[in-house]
């Protein structure tokens, strides 16, 4: 049983063909190692590219995980999340084994100029169900590290805010206040500048990213709110892809009213 499926790069044949679903694909088993690196140097995954080393790398097949050794010189590599919202490691020169815990991973190779793609899927991931137990099984409930209630106004507020880098640019700009407006006025026909600066600013205080209005000491001014809101919304997965469904117009009636 495999337990990660490695695709190498596109060539230019599959570009000109448009043939990506049928790229050669390489299934690993636990304790499997593949090597790749430059084409006609031994690798067992070449890649036709000269500004690739002739020994670049090995990947290595675990259970849920799976390894990567940089065999270059002198090139990083990262190992991005495309469902992360920006996530990422960097393997640097020289290491051996670094663990990626990705399900979806893309490794991103320098290459004179380049960067090329090789996906490795690990798609034996499992998680704990419910009602298996946790932290919970026993005893009182675990007070959640950030309360959101996904029904609320702040919350489509926030993923609005997150809404560029969830759908895929890690390094989208985020959308201006009036952008935020126009993108909730479908299921909030009364959003207005005023109403969404309020609903970051009670973010600000609800995430703790800064002290609420009643407490002495108010701290030094929180520049970059947006962005920090975002960031800290996304690396905790406080909003996720399936959550954007918050922002999706509700259903009208014949007039264009909102149905209720």
């Not at 007070?143 to 560029?164: G, H, I, N, Q």
């Not at 890690?170 to 299921?187: F, G």
Request: aromatic share 6%; charged share 25%.
């Amino acid at each position: 049983m495999y337990s990660i499926v490695v695709v190498p790069p596109p060539t230019s044949e599959d570009e000109r063909n448009r043939t990506e679903r049928n790229r050669t694909q390489h299934r690993l088993a636990p304790g499997e190692r593949i090597t790749f690196g430059r084409a006609g140097c031994g690798a067992d995954l070449p890649i036709a590219h000269e500004g690739v080393s002739r020994r670049a790398g090995e990947i290595g097949a675990q259970g849920a995980f799976w390894t990567l050794s940089n065999l270059s010189r002198e090139q990083t590599y990262v190992v991005e999340n495309p469902e992360g919202a920006g996530e990422h490691i960097k393997v640097g020169p020289g290491r051996l084994d670094a663990p990626v815990p990705f399900e979806f991973s893309r490794i991103v190779l320098p290459a004179a100029g380049d960067l090329l793609p090789i996906e490795v899927w690990a798609p034996r991931h499992d998680y704990l169900h419910a009602e298996a137990g946790g932290d919970n099984a026993v005893g009182g409930t675990t007070a959640p590290a950030f309360s959101v209630d996904r029904t609320k106004r702040y919350f489509a507020v926030l993923a609005a805010l997150c809404e560029p880098r969830l759908r895929g640019d890690p390094h989208a700009p985020l959308p201006t206040v009036d952008q935020v407006v126009d993108r909730l006025r479908p299921n909030w026909p009364a959003a207005s500048r005023t109403s969404v600066q309020w609903n970051i600013d009670y973010l600000a205080v609800k995430l703790r990213l800064k002290p609420g209005p009643d407490e002495a000491d108010q701290g030094p001014r929180l520049n970059g709110k947006k962005e920090s809101l975002v960031s800290l919304a996304l690396r905790f997965d406080l909003v996720r892809e399936h959550d954007l469904l918050v922002l999706a117009a509700a259903p009208t009636d014949r007039l264009g009213r909102l149905a209720r």
